[in-house]
T-cell receptor, first 115, second 112 residues
Framework: EAGVAQSPRYKIIEKRQSVAFWCNPI?????LYWYQQILGQGPKLLIQ????????DSQLPKDRFSAERLKGVDSTLKIQPAKLEDSAVYLC?????????????FGPGTRLTVL | KQEVTQIPAALSVPEGENLVLNCSFT??????LQWFRQDPGKGLTSLLL?????REQTSGRLNASLDKSSGRSTLYIAASQPGDSATYLC???????????FGKGTKLTVNP
């Protein structure tokens, strides 16, 4: 079974530029999550989708971050414009069901450096 | 606001030693708990999931337990090996929320 795929793996941009990350979850997983992990911290949930609907985006900085999940499969996370404090690893995860009843499976992450 | 504390932040042990990693929650109203492993430059790998009706889970040399009354979980690793070297994170779902709240992790080094 293929795991969660993410691209790119690394990205370096200057502040005020824009960037986009892509995620392809495990086939059949209805729930998709984007996390931000700052160095030395645990991952923090940014947004959660159930199929193509948003379940929780309360911790997403909506003035600069946006995310979508087209057709309930792939998802993109965009930052525009980027700030220095956005430097982090962005992790995508998926699970079969919601409500914590199932394991979350994580992709390898995208390491973003904002200069 | 749920906060998760993991103790110790770092641990270095000789190969073969049994060890315990600790995790505690400020709000004990958690119902599912997961332990993850994170290798440098990689994503998280789920190790064990303890669901609300369970008190512990075992997988090979790993055993995780959850005490809901105190809001504490422990991960026991038996006969540690150098390949166990990684950062271990615990995360819990709080009742009424769909967020998985993570601790900062314990960085484990197992020396040959």
């Amino acid at each position: 079974e293929a795991g969660v795929a993410q691209s790119p793996r690394y990205k370096i941009i200057e502040k005020r530029q824009s960037v986009a990350f892509w995620c392809n979850p495990i086939s059949g997983h209805a729930t998709l999550y984007w996390y931000q992990q700052i160095l030395g911290q645990g991952p923090k949930l940014l947004i959660q989708f159930q199929n193509n609907g948003v379940v929780d985006d309360s911790q997403l900085p909506k003035d600069r971050f946006s995310a979508e999940r087209l057709k309930g499969v792939d998802s993109t996370l965009k930052i525009q414009p980027a700030k220095l404090e956005d430097s982090a690893v962005y992790l995508c995860a998926s699970s079969l069901v919601m409500y914590g009843a199932d394991t979350q499976y994580f992709g390898p992450g995208t390491r973003l450096t904002v200069l | 606001k749920q906060e998760v504390t993991q103790i110790p932040a770092a641990l270095s042990v000789p190969e073969g030693e049994n060890l315990v990693l600790n995790c505690s929650f400020t709000d004990s109203a958690i119902y599912n708990l997961q332990w993850f492993r994170q290798d440098p430059g990689k994503g998280l790998t789920s190790l064990l999931l303890i669901q609300s009706s369970q008190r512990e889970q075992t997988s090979g040399r790993l055993n995780a337990s959850l005490d809901k009354s105190s809001g504490r979980s422990t991960l026991y690793i038996a006969a540690s090996q150098p390949g166990d070297s990684a950062t271990y994170l615990c995360a819990g779902f709080q009742g009424g929320s769909e967020k998985l709240v993570f601790g900062k992790g314990t960085k484990l080094t197992v020396n040959p």
